[in-house]
């Protein structure tokens, strides 16, 4: 079994968001990234299978702002190959960049698992789980919590989450690519002290991009930042009046049914 | 004939020669284990000890006659300090005697032909050793009532290992040697009186064969009997009886006595008697009041089960007696958890013992050792070394729990909530998950800029800490102090979003990389600073710069402004072993090293420096208070650093009539805070949470109006409890700091 | 000019969803009466609550073999030929975990932008525009869309209220030959969880009681509203502390972390511990008599009144509201 699993850095939110001043972008230079946390859950689904039931688990990254310390991180957690796809732009790719580059690697590496978290804060244009599956022709499952082998006809079982825990089981041929949303155990932490041993011994392996980017297929019109809100609305008058308001609020929320 | 000791009277010589040869075997037994031991010491990784020196030799007499000679952390319990005196002193005594009968006879009857032990030293040779036997019996009876009867819990250990086997053995078998003892004296003395009345004596030694001549000494001595009173009186029981009767009796008794004796000298190297030597050791070797470093190289549990332990801590948990003071005064075992200190310590020497003596018979099961050993229990301990001060034999637990702790970090075996708190730390150098650019927002309520010790030299660096910057009520303390500082005309900075979380803490829950990543970079920070000294209102971070930072003292100590970097900053570069780099290590023992005198420490907390400034009257009080206070002492103010008055002085300047509750100073109960607990999920199941013990005990004192607190994190778990126990119009949670505040000037603002 | 919008509804479990029924009512505002909105169903349409496929204009049921089962590949795969043969200019998928799958599957298969994570869609001279709010909802893009088609994945909450009026309702029977359907992914069951106390973490709606509550009797008036808005009560630490409540419903850090759509504050302060527990529910609502709690500063509204007064009241109105409807 060789599982592939797709990391991606995202902008971390615990810092502020700054947009440029024509408003078309983030300022890249002023954003901090980290690891997309459903990517994260995806490797951490990709070594506990390993762990199960044997197999190699590669890693494949764009080579963007500090990723290697991500894969350093991942390379120390039991990733056996770590691939850094070369990308010289100012912005992280977007989804259907991912897609595109990777369904041409993908076919390369002997691959019989793609997982990639199923969601990114920063995905509008595209996703990138799906629509890879789609570019390789090989069926697709997201929003999975945790996997296991086993299935009928050598199929794999992944458990796909709905409202209130529930989950539906889903028998996937294999090749295939799963969106994961949760590992069945939470990611486990690495101690610095591997990952400063995985530093030191890790090699990356390189895979090129093709050079040009292409054009979204919608026009970006203005990247903002949403009215700040930094205290609640008070609702005032009689008890009777604020619990009319409060429930109007809710009817246009949509909390009310 | 003068009365010399009848040594090997009515002792056949196949007896005689049989004993010897069985004591050949006893002492050959006896090096064999003890070289074992000293191989499963030696086993430990190194432990940066002191170097031996006249200071550490007067440290070891000290510790020699305060804990081993004197008990003294045994005189909190009465019963317990006269049974151990009894037993220690008797048992000195009497194996001393021991000595000097086999010297006499062995050495000078047996070479030189002449015999020490007669005349008056032997007379009082005898009352001394009867004396000593009877003290070793009293204590013996206290030991059986106490153990078997009374049942203190602390003697206890739960579930399976119930009562230890050990005790039975020993306590058997010093019983048994010591009635034994008597009632050979006594039977001898019964015989000796019988052959002085036969008159056997006229004989002259010449003319007696070899038994006739050690009757001749029996009878002799008989004549000195009442200086065996116990003898003497024991001699009565056997008035009746023929010489023949006595002299089987004897024979069997003396035989008796002698195998106990034996079987007890086997016990003493495979059970917890060893604590005799080992104990001993413990107490006069130097150690390290550091923890141990983790090296990478080193492999974290050995055996799946022990962790990588300096060749110091094996030896200290094989002197473990598992008298459970520790347990008593253990928070965490109070608490319901399933850590007790003893039970960590107990369980590791079980473990130690079978590697030393694969043949012991351990009552409990390697794997019920593990229930002492897993995680639960490990990840309960607080690090509050409540423990450690009351360890009769110096165990030092809390570097026993971080060194488990290590292999648990290095396998990801995380208590619930501290791997987000890591990764944040990782990531940010916060505990929060916040910006590091955020850290100073808290200075941003104030009406004065705090310098930025990054761009400008301060004479105080003032290291904020986590809770202090971020938490919402600790940053309200942070900004009091802030103000104070101001008042006082201080010249200080900070180090804004270069300072990181002081990773005391980190340290703690085993995550020596994360440690030492955190160091350094506040290291890099504080060296291109330029500053005198450091001063921190987090008793946590307190004790990790002043003690594991390895910063030494600025030289020489100039105006505040000079330009030139007057500090220098050791243990920067991550690939040295911490500990190499680290300047010597203060004292011994877990004690810290007490400030220089008078010399200005490098490192201060908070509340030394207000006492600073109100002493020098650079601060001065417009208002005394007038309250009656409480003053709860931080674990790593108090315990880790013994800095316990400067916090109480400054209160009595304030006007504060201080209460002491009954657990202060040393005794202090820990806040259920420290040593990475205040990020770990609460379990259910728990019976009372440390700090709601902790305010009960406050609030039981009647009559007091604050709790006063001297660290952040006591703030946040102390105003907790008193909300989760209804107690808020009766008791209030308060920093010294604000309390300063307020006496000094109405005008600053301060916490309510 | 929009001249068709599609609609995949999603039937979970015998229901129409609420985020198929916001789609509809979103694929009725962008067509403005004039783009027919059409509507496929997989399998028999569930017995009850279809009044809802009557937002379309035309309702296309497709029939036989597996095509019922929730299989979203299969699903999409089925709507490429039907989609990309008939002037369709706009699909709209509501966001749930099927439509998280089947929009980008679909716009893959007919090689049609996505558009994920919309808020809401504006129509004028014949520009589609559409704001989507990406990071954490502390970003907005506005994107004009050209291609047609293109597919749209709603964002829940924008179009829940809209009035809008009712399609066509025509309803046709499409069979799909079994050769069709991509069997590739089969859906074998659905797994409930296991739980002895409700999990918090998976309620919508969540009413949290604090300190402020001040005894355990009057915890019976917030479950009592609790019931009424459909949610589960929690509490803050001192209130699992004091025993009040199970720890299982207890909110903050050294709680659970929970999400809902809404969290109701009664009584609570807003200590950073619990705040941590809470800050990411969709909208924040708090009760509470210190006008100066740090909780204000976390809610979206506030109400610093008593909490005795406020929640009858608030009880009242709900009633009345549901009378209404």
């Known amino acids: 079994m060789n599982i592939l699993a797709v990391v991606r850095l995202v902008p971390d939110l615990v810092e502020p968001l700054v947009v440029t001043a024509e408003e078309d972008n983030l300022n890249w230079d002023q954003t901090a990234f980290t690891l997309n946390e459903s990517d994260d859950h995806a490797v951490e689904e990709a070594i506990l299978l390993k762990e199960k039931y044997g197999g190699h688990v590669s890693v494949v990254a764009f080579d963007f702002g500090d990723i290697d310390q991500v894969l350093y991180m991942l390379a120390a957690k039991g990733v056996d190959r770590v691939i850094k796809i070369s990308w010289s732009h100012d912005e992280p790719p977007n989804s259907l960049e991912v897609a595109r580059t990777l369904s041409r690697l993908v076919p390369k590496l002997n691959v019989d698992l793609v997982v990639i978290g199923c969601q990114s804060h920063t995905e509008f244009l595209g996703m990138a789980g799906p629509q890879l599956a789609v570019a390789l022709n090989w069926p697709y499952v997201g929003v999975v919590r945790g996997v296991q082998e086993g299935g009928t006809a050598g199929r794999w079982t992944a458990f796909k989450e709905y409202p209130g825990a529930v989950l539906a089981q889903m028998e996937v041929s294999l090749p295939a690519v799963l969106g994961i949303l949760t590992a069945s155990q939470p990611p486990r932490y690495v101690p610095v002290s591997r990952i400063r041993a995985a530093a030191q011994s890790v090699r990356f392996e390189t895979a090129d991009t093709p050079a040009e980017i292409e054009e979204p297929p919608v026009k970006i019109q203005r990247v903002y930042l949403p009215p700040a809100v930094t205290h609640a609305e008070m609702l005032t008058g009689s008890e009777a009046e604020v619990a009319q308001r409060l429930v109007d609020i809710l009817l246009a929320r949509g909390v009310l049914k | 004939m003068v009365p010399s000791r009848p040594t090997f009277w009515n002792i056949p010589a196949w007896s005689e020669i049989l004993q010897y040869l069985l004591g050949a075997g006893v002492v050959v037994f006896i090096v064999w284990v003890v070289i074992r031991h000293i191989r499963c010491w030696r086993k430990g990784t190194r432990e940066p000890v002191p170097r031996l020196g006249a200071e550490v030799l007067k440290q070891a007499l000290e510790r020699l006659a305060r804990f081993v000679l004197t008990p003294q952390r045994l005189q909190s319990d009465p019963y317990a300090f006269i049974t151990h005196l009894g037993l220690f002193w008797g048992m000195v005594l009497l194996a001393l005697g021991t000595a000097i009968a086999t010297i006499d006879w062995d050495v000078f009857h047996l070479i030189f032909g002449v015999r020490l032990l007669q005349g008056a030293f032997y007379r009082v040779f005898e009352l001394v050793l009867d004396v000593a036997g009877v003290a070793l019996l009293i204590g013996l009876v206290l030991a059986v009532v106490r153990r078997y009867v009374l049942r203190p819990s602390r003697l206890t250990v739960p579930q399976f290992f119930g009562e230890s086997w050990e005790s039975a053995v020993i306590l058997g078998l010093l019983l048994l040697v010591t009635i034994t003892g008597f009632l050979i004296e006594g039977l001898r003395i019964q015989a000796g009186l019988m052959l002085k009345s036969a008159a056997v004596i006229a004989n002259t030694p010449e003319n007696m064969g070899e038994e006739g001549v050690r009757d001749a000494t029996a009878a002799a001595a008989a004549s000195v009997a009442p200086w065996s009173p116990v003898g003497n009186l024991v001699a009565t029981i056997f008035r009746g009886l023929d010489a023949s009767s006595l002299r089987q009796a004897h024979l069997v008794l003396w035989w008796i006595h002698a195998l106990a004796a034996f079987a007890f000298l086997l016990a003493i190297p495979v059970t917890k008697a060893n604590h005799l030597i080992t104990a001993f050791l413990n107490v006069i070797l130097p150690s390290s009041s550091e923890l141990p470093t983790a090296s990478p190289t080193i492999k974290q549990r050995i055996d799946g089960v022990l962790p990588s332990l300096t060749w110091r801590q094996r030896l200290e948990v094989s002197a473990c007696t598992a008298c459970g003071k520790c347990q008593e005064v253990c928070p965490a075992h109070r608490a319901g958890y399933a850590f007790t200190p003893k039970g960590t310590v107990w369980a590791t020497r079980g473990v130690l013992m079978r590697e030393v003596w694969p043949w012991w018979p351990a009552t409990a099961k390697a794997s019920e050792e593990h229930v002492w050993l897993n995680k639960d229990a490990i990840w309960s301990c607080y690090t509050c070394r409540a423990c450690e001060v009351q360890c009769p034999v110096l165990v030092r637990h809390t570097n026993l729990v971080v060194s488990y702790r290590r292999p648990l970090v290095d396998e990801s075996a995380l208590a619930d909530g501290l791997q987000e708190v890591l990764q944040n730390l990782q990531r940010y150098g916060n505990s929060f998950g916040q910006s590091p650019r955020k850290r100073a927002d808290w200075t941003k309520g104030l009406p004065f800029a705090v310098k930025n010790a990054n761009k400008e030299a301060v004479h105080y660096l003032w290291f904020v800490g986590d809770y202090t910057s971020y938490d919402a009520r600790a940053r309200e303390v942070t900004q009091t102090i802030a103000r104070i500082f101001n008042a006082a005309g201080l010249d200080y900075g900070i180090l804004y979003e270069k300072e990181k979380n002081a990773g005391n803490d980190v340290r703690r829950i085993g995550e020596e990389g994360l440690f030492e990543f955190l160091r350094d970079e506040n290291l890099r920070a504080l060296e291109s600073a330029t500053w005198q000294a450091i001063v921190t209102s987090d008793p946590h971070s307190y004790h990790v710069l002043r003690n594991e930072y390895g910063l030494k003292k600025p030289s020489p100590v100039g105006p505040p402004a000079s330009t030139e970097k007057p500090h220098e900053a050791v243990g920067k570069n991550s690939n040295t072993v911490a500990s190499q780099a680290l300047a010597d290590p203060p004292g011994g023992n877990g004690h810290p090293a007490k400030h220089n005198g008078d010399a200005a420490p490098l490192v201060w907390h908070v509340s030394e420096l207000f006492w600073e400034l109100l002493k020098s009257g650079k601060l001065t009080v417009a208002k005394k208070l007038d309250r009656r206070v409480t003053y709860h002492d931080p674990c790593y103010l108090g315990r880790y650093n013994e800095v316990y008055d400067a916090p109480r002085a400054v209160l009595e300047a304030i006007g504060c009539h201080v209460v002491e509750m009954p657990q202060h100073r040393e005794n202090s109960y820990c806040c259920g805070a420290g040593g990475g607990r205040i990020w770990m999920k609460d379990r259910p199941g728990i019976r009372e949470r440390p700090a709601e013990t902790r305010v009960k005990e406050a609030l039981s004192l009647g009559n007091v109006e604050d709790l006063v607190v001297a660290c952040p994190k006591d703030l946040v778990m102390f105003q907790d409890a008193v909300k989760s126990l209804g107690a808020e119009d009766r008791l209030r949670v308060i920093d010294v700091a604000s309390l300063l505040a307020q006496a000094i000037s109405p005008d600053i603002k301060s916490q309510d | ?325």
């Open chain 3, 1 to 325: 000019m929009i001249r068709r919008i599609v609609v995949p509804v999603e039937v979970y479990r015998g229901h129409i969803t609420e985020a198929t029924r916001e789609a509809l009512v979103a694929a009725r505002t962008v067509g403005n009466g004039v783009g027919e909105v059409v509507a496929y169903v997989y399998g028999e349409p569930p017995a009850e609550g279809t009044d809802v496929l009557e937002l379309a204009d035309r309702i296309i049921v497709l029939e036989d073999g597996q095509v019922g089962t929730p299989v979203a590949m299969a699903q999409a795969k089925l709507l490429r030929e039907r989609i990309a043969s008939s002037d369709v200019d706009l699909v709209l998928v509501g966001s749930s975990s099927w439509g998280w799958d089947v929009a980008p599957l679909l716009a893959g298969f007919l090689s049609a932008p996505l558009v994920a994570n919309c808020q809401v869609i504006q129509h004028a001279e014949d520009v589609l525009k559409a704001t989507c709010r990406i990071c954490a909802g502390k970003l907005l893009v506005d994107v004009e869309i050209t291609n047609k088609p293109t597919v749209i994945l709603l964002l829940p909450g924008s179009y829940a209220h809209r009035e809008v009026q009712p399609g066509k309702g025509v309803m046709e029977r499409e069979r799909v030959p079994a050769s069709d359907w991509d069997a590739r992914v089969e859906f074998k069951g659905w797994l409930e969880p296991e739980r002895e106390d409700i999990d918090i973490t998976q309620e919508e709606i969540l009413v949290t009681v604090g300190r402020g509550i001040g005894q355990q009797e009057n915890l019976e008036l917030v479950e009592d509203l609790a019931k009424t808005l459909g949610g589960a009560v929690c509490g803050s630490r001192p209130v699992v502390d004091q025993g009040w409540l199970p720890p299982t419903r207890q909110v903050g850090k050294s709680g659970m972390i929970v999400k809902p759509k809404l969290y109701l504050a009664i009584g609570i302060s807003g200590a950073p511990e619990h705040v941590e527990g809470m800050k990411d529910a969709e909208l924040i609502v708090a009760i509470n008599r210190d006008e100066q709690a740090p909780i204000f500063d976390v809610a979206h509204y506030g109400i610093a009144a008593d909490l005795f007064d406020v929640i009858p009241a608030l009880k009242e109105a709900l009633v009345a509201r549901r009378q209404e409807a």
